[in-house]
Nanobody, 126 residues
Framework: QVQLVESGGGSVQAGGSLRLSCAASGSINSRYHMGWFRQAPVKERQGVAAVSTESGATYYAASVKGRFTVSRDNSNTLWLQMNGLKPEDTAMYYC????????????????????WGQGTQVTVSS
């Protein structure tokens, strides 16, 4: 069992920055891959960024590349630095963990992840 708790969400104006964190506990270890997802009302959950703890490789959705940065530290905390925020970034943001090599076939696909946090709300006003 892996437990994930997100924090750091809030309300900002367009162009602003936020830093999300996700604290992982339980059975998490260095073989878990982790990612950030978001879901706006009446929209499907979308992969935002992911990181492989085996290779350190990072993956980003085209809509956030160059503005968001995903990282993970040795204490099993996942971070998402979000700069240049836009109103279309408004959503509930979720942290997720995945285990196994099949993750590499789709690191931004929600179905690859087995553990999820409760989410933190990000609201960007114009």
């Amino acid at each position: 069992q892996v437990q994930l708790v997100e924090s750091g969400g809030g309300s900002v104006q367009a162009g602003g920055s936020l830093r999300l964190s996700c604290a992982a506990s339980g059975s998490i270890n260095s073989r878990y891959h982790m990612g950030w997802f978001r879901q706006a009302p009446v929209k499907e959950r979308q992969g935002v960024a992911a990181v492989s703890t085996e290779s350190g490789a990072t993956y980003y959705a085209a809509s956030v590349k160059g503005r968001f940065t995903v990282s993970r530290d040795n204490s099993n905390t996942l971070w998402l630095q979000m700069n240049g925020l836009k109103p279309e970034d408004t959503a509930m943001y979720y942290c997720a963990a995945a285990y196994g090599s099949s993750w590499y076939s789709g690191p931004l696909e929600p179905g690859r992840y087995s553990s999820w946090g409760q989410g933190t709300q990000v609201t960007v006003s114009s």
